[in-house]
């Protein structure tokens, strides 16, 4: 037996309730086409009527410039890399994720990475982790799988390892590269 209220089976929602329920659903978060395709899906009538409405849903909402996969791809990695100080390969990896086309993936993907140095944005990341600087190899190994993780190229993640491994502590490290 379940714990919990039972759920009740909720009522199709007609053409314009599912382009209400999208535009609201847009307003709250930004989505990706396949993912309020999935969420309108669920709320339309089953059947090749309901497909048809959800159809007629997303292309109203194009038409409108409220969905759009290309500004959603720019908009999440730009994100990603400036609030979360996320790596290129991990944005990529979630993007694809969230069914969003390879090219589409790849021109998102050069606008926000574009100038920007991977080690600094290790550095950054280890920061903002407060991971603490690798004292044997044990630690050297969970800093190296949390930065393989979080979608930086193996030299960046070298790179900065050597650096800490060195007695270097992030702050030098960062005053270092600024000189230069």
């Known amino acids: 037996m379940p ?54 849903v997303i292309a109203k909402l194009k038409e409108l410039r409220y969905l759009s996969d290309e500004r959603y791809a ?26 969003i086309a390879s090219p589409v993936i790849t021109e998102a993907l050069e606008s926000a990475y574009k100038g920007v140095d991977e080690v600094a944005l290790v550095r950054q990341h280890i920061e903002r982790k407060r991971l603490q600087a690798p004292t044997d190899d044990k630690s050297t190994a969970r800093i190296l799988r949390r930065l393989t993780a979080a979608g930086f190229s193996s030299k960046s993640i070298f790179t900065v390892l050597r650096q800490l491994r060195s007695g270097e502590s992030i702050d030098t490290a960062e005053a270092a590269i600024a000189d230069d």
């Open 74 to 99: 720019v908009d999440f990695a730009r994100l990603r890399q400036e609030n979360r100080s996320l790596g290129r390969r991990r944005v990529q990896q979630d993007l694809q994720n969230k069914g």
């Open 3 to 56: 714990f919990g209220r039972p759920k009740r089976a909720r009522e199709p929602l007609t053409e314009t309730e599912l382009l209400d329920y999208a535009a609201k659903s847009l307003g709250a978060r930004m989505q990706s086409e396949r993912d309020l395709r999935r969420k309108l899906r669920d709320r339309a009538e089953p059947g090749p009527t309901g497909a048809e409405a959800v159809d007629a």
